[in-house]
């Protein structure tokens, strides 16, 4: 696995996604200028195969449920230093 952009906000990760095509998008729900939420909704729309990870503070079964049709995995950052390795694997189809 090889990170291949970052960006500061979702408007920025739209962008980035045209540009970069990733194999993996990694969004917070709380972002400047575009929240996750509408950005992986636009992500959706314009590379609907690229693979959509909520990596986000926001732990609560409403967020996880608002972000499930838009995402393909939802990762708390309190529970990061187990989750985030398999989750990643996992969407991605790599070997654990």
């Known amino acids: 696995m090889e990170v291949c952009g970052e960006a500061e906000n979702g408007k920025?990760?739209?962008?980035k996604v045209k540009e970069l095509r990733p194999?993996?998008?990694?969004l917070d729900?709380?972002?400047?200028v575009l929240d996750g939420i509408e950005s992986a909704y636009k992500i959706?729309?314009?590379a609907p195969s690229r693979k959509i990870l909520f990596f986000t503070i926001h732990d609560s079964?409403?967020?996880?449920?608002a972000t499930?049709?838009?995402s393909d995995g939802f990762i708390s950052k309190s529970t990061s230093g187990t989750e985030l390795?398999?989750?990643v694997k996992r969407i991605l189809g790599a070997e654990t």
């Open 12 to 15: 920025e990760a739209i962008e």
């Open 23 to 26: 194999d993996l998008v990694v």
């Open 29 to 32: 729900i709380n972002m400047p």
């Open 44 to 46: 959706r729309r314009i």
């Open 61 to 65: 079964a409403q967020f996880q449920a």
């Open 68 to 70: 499930r049709m838009l």
């Open 85 to 87: 390795i398999p989750t």
